[in-house]
């Protein structure tokens, strides 16, 4: 079946980021329509945290060092292959399902580790969060092996059925009044026949023969991003430990509901940077590549920043009449500070830097990022109060990603103008500054 639109690997790969973050909204939101007790949602909230929490970055870290990794890798430069097969890729499945059963044990022994645990603190469901944790981290290989087949068609419709299957078996039982257990039994059923799909995939496209030296070199590229993931997405926790110290609970709960980025931004951007990955495992091509990321980050930029601008100029009736109430108008500023954070999104030096496999320098910008951020965050705030949280920690991310661009062009000999249109990224990036500053002003306000 052919789709009535064009669509190529780096826009199935975002369409898909997009269906993923829809399904879980629309989850969210069916919750709240239901007869389900805040204890419920709760629960099921802290069972998504706990898992995405103890897996984003190590899923992300061999992802995205196998994607270069994939082809002609020298752990099988003397090995004889077999047509059509990878023995790349059954290795990195082994790695992803040896750390999925480490950390699935780890899981468990937080559960047993204490006989009398508060109430808040305690592990929701630890037997079914373990077993949809095992098979919910190794799936992501799926997209990835269609994307290094180049069909991009397959991730799309993999995407849109696989999506829709959960929604509806998280949805449904609840619907039938069975409780939020029956929600993750759903859940943990859609992942078990993923990974079934992802068993047949690897029978099709996987060379069953183990390698210690590739899963060292894979460990080797990786562990840096790992590293650097954990780190970039202990930002936000960062934020709140300083809205902690200095807030009261009243202005930590408008701190908390503001700051998120505008999940499309995130999504599409790193979309496309997972999807560009692959072509840098042939030297050659890299010229090309670069060209692309220009193009494409040009085409985001021209749908994104707008989008940005626009969200902003609303965030007052989005969080005081829409989403939220007029107790919130102030969150609304925190959000508004924190799609600044588009200016860094939109340029890729890291995708150049993980596919070259120069991937120690991700490591120390983040360290850099994260030594900077509670002192900067903490200086903003005995200026801007809620909003300085937001601001030092969005301007050391700028900063951070700035500093990558001058290494892989002092380092590496690749100048900003071969993958970024520096004429129309300043001027946006001035443009939402602009914007932010007239709002912030109240000389544009729509409430």
């Known amino acids: 079946m052919t789709l009535p639109f064009k669509i190529n690997n780096v826009s199935a790969l975002q369409l898909f980021q997009l269906l993923r973050?829809?399904?879980f909204l629309i989850i969210s939101i069916y919750f709240t329509k239901v007869p389900l007790s805040e204890n419920d949602i709760g629960e099921w909230e802290m069972l998504l945290y706990i898992s995405g929490a103890l897996s984003f970055f190590w899923v992300t870290g061999i992802i995205q060092s196998f994607l270069p990794l994939s082809k002609r890798s020298l752990a099988f430069v003397q090995h004889k292959r077999v047509e059509g097969k990878s023995p790349e890729l059954f290795n990195a499945f082994l790695l992803l399902l040896i750390?999925?059963?480490?950390?699935?044990?780890?899981?468990?022994?937080?559960?047993?580790?204490?006989?009398?645990p508060a109430e808040g603190s305690k592990i929701p469901y630890p037997l079914l969060l373990v077993i949809y944790f095992i098979l919910s981290n190794t799936t992501p290989l799926i997209e990835h092996i269609y994307?290094?087949?180049?069909?991009?068609q397959h991730i799309f419709y993999y995407g849109l059925v696989s999506m829709t299957l959960q929604t509806c078996a998280v949805c449904i039982p609840v619907m039938m009044g069975m409780g939020v257990e029956s929600a993750i039994w759903g859940l943990i059923i859609v992942n078990f026949f993923r990974f079934l799909y992802l068993l047949g995939m690897l029978r099709r496209y996987a060379e069953f023969k183990l390698s210690m030296p590739f899963i060292l070199n894979n460990l080797y590229v990786g562990y840096p991003i790992m590293f650097s993931a954990l780190l970039s997405g202990s930002t936000q926790y960062l934020d709140g430990l300083v809205a902690t110290i200095a807030f009261d609970k009243e202005k930590f709960a408008i701190f908390?509901?503001?700051c998120k980025e505008f999940p499309?931004?995130?999504?599409?951007t790193s979309g496309l940077h997972n999807a560009l990955l692959p072509r840098f495992s042939v030297k050659k091509d890299i010229p090309q590549v670069l060209a692309e990321i220009k193009r494409r980050s040009l085409r985001l930029m021209h749908f994104l920043f707008p989008l940005s601008i626009l969200i902003m100029i609303f965030s007052k009736w989005l969080y005081g009449k829409v989403l939220f109430n007029d107790s919130f108008y102030r969150s609304a500023d925190v959000f508004m500070v924190y799609q600044l954070m588009i200016i860094s999104r939109i340029v890729f030096p890291q995708t150049i830097l993980i596919g070259m496999k120069k991937t120690k320098v991700l490591m120390r910008a983040s360290l850099f990022e994260f030594a900077l951020n509670i002192p900067t965050s903490l200086f903003f705030v005995q200026y801007y109060n809620v909003v300085g949280i937001a601001l030092g920690s969005g301007l050391i991310h700028i900063l951070e990603k700035f500093i990558l661009?001058?290494?892989?062009?002092?380092?590496?000999?690749?100048?900003?103008?071969s993958y970024i249109s520096i004429g129309w990224y300043l001027f946006y990036s001035a443009l939402i500054g602009i914007v932010f500053v007239l709002i912030d002003h109240r000389m544009i306000y729509i409430i």
Not at 99 to 108: K, N, P, T
């Open 264 to 268: 499309l931004v995130v999504m599409l």
């Open 256 to 258: 908390r509901y503001g």
């Open 99 to 116: 750390f999925s059963f480490a950390f699935a044990l780890l899981i468990w022994l937080m559960s047993r580790a204490s006989f009398h």
């Open 405 to 417: 661009i001058i290494y892989v062009h002092k380092r590496l000999k690749i100048s900003p103008q």
């Open 147 to 152: 994307l290094l087949q180049n069909k991009p």
């Open 21 to 23: 973050f829809l399904c």
